[in-house]
Structure formats: structure tokens, C-alpha cells
């Protein structure tokens, strides 16, 4: 892991999973159960990482700002739908306008729990448990409906020529 401070957050969050679900077994129990949790912590982390960058990615061709400044692509890409806009090229607004529409258009065909999951933990960037207690379900129902979405997203959009 390149960033000592994410590798930190793991190791916590670790050891509060260990401290919260295992305080109850015997002391020689607890190393392998850290490390049990620590590899799927950091699983965790990789693949959620590795979803939002994709997702940066394809939003971030949206982005009229600075290079270091943040921008919503949704703000960005309703100002690129403004009539009075000045300086789009009108061929690259109405791209803009056909893409988010697709994308808008393949969110509403996923399932209701998976369109919830997948804009609760990637738009809304919650974690896996805030998210879990936000839809009133379990951590591994979370995981398992955001990466349903991820693939069904992949699949309509590939579908429509849109590539990540």
C-alpha cells in the first residue's frame, strides 16, 4: 500500500472489528483472527478504491475546472446544458448532455437495492457500514449489491458504447 495513511485507517479499523465482534474469545485466538480481518479490510479498501477511481475517471472527462479544483460532474454537465453557456463547443455539450443521460438511463435499470447500494457507497462515498445501516441490511448484502451494480452499470453502458 502506497499511502502509510490509508494502511493506518486499515489497521484501526481492523482492530476496533477485532475489539467489537471478538472480545469475547481467548487471547491465543485473537492474532488469526486479526489477520483474517486485516486481509479482507484491505481487500475491501483495494476494490473500493479501484471502483471509485473508475468512476472518477469517467466523470472526471467532464470537468471544466482547474486542474486542482474539485467539480460535481452532474453541476458540470447541467452548466454544459445551460442554453446561455459560453465557450462549449455545442458538439461536445450535446455528448455530454446523450452521456449523462445514458448513464442516468442505466442507474434507473438496476434493481431498487442495487441502485441504493451503488449511490450510497460510490456517489455518496459511505462507507460499508454507514451504508448498511442506511438500507437497514448487512455489511455483506451491501457488498454484494454494489458489485451486482458495478457489473450490470459496466454491461448497459458498454452496451452503449460508453467504455471505462
Known sequence: MRDPEAGLDIV????MKLAEKYADRPVEELPMLFQRILQNT?????RRTRVRNTWTTLFSSFS????DE???PLETLQAAADPNGQGINPSDRLQRIQTLETIEEALSKLPARQREAFLLR???ELDVAET????????G?????CSRATHALAELLKAKG???
Open 12 to 15: 484501526q479499523d481492523s482492530m
Open 64 to 67: 471544466q475546472g482547474k486542474d
Open 70 to 72: 474539485e467539480v460535481d
Open 42 to 46: 484491505i481487500r475491501d479498501w483495494y
Open 132 to 139: 448498511a445501516e442506511a438500507m437497514g441490511c448487512s455489511e
Open 162 to 164: 460508453i467504455s471505462l
Open 141 to 145: 448484502s451491501v457488498k454484494t449489491h
Open 122 to 124: 460510490y456517489w455518496e
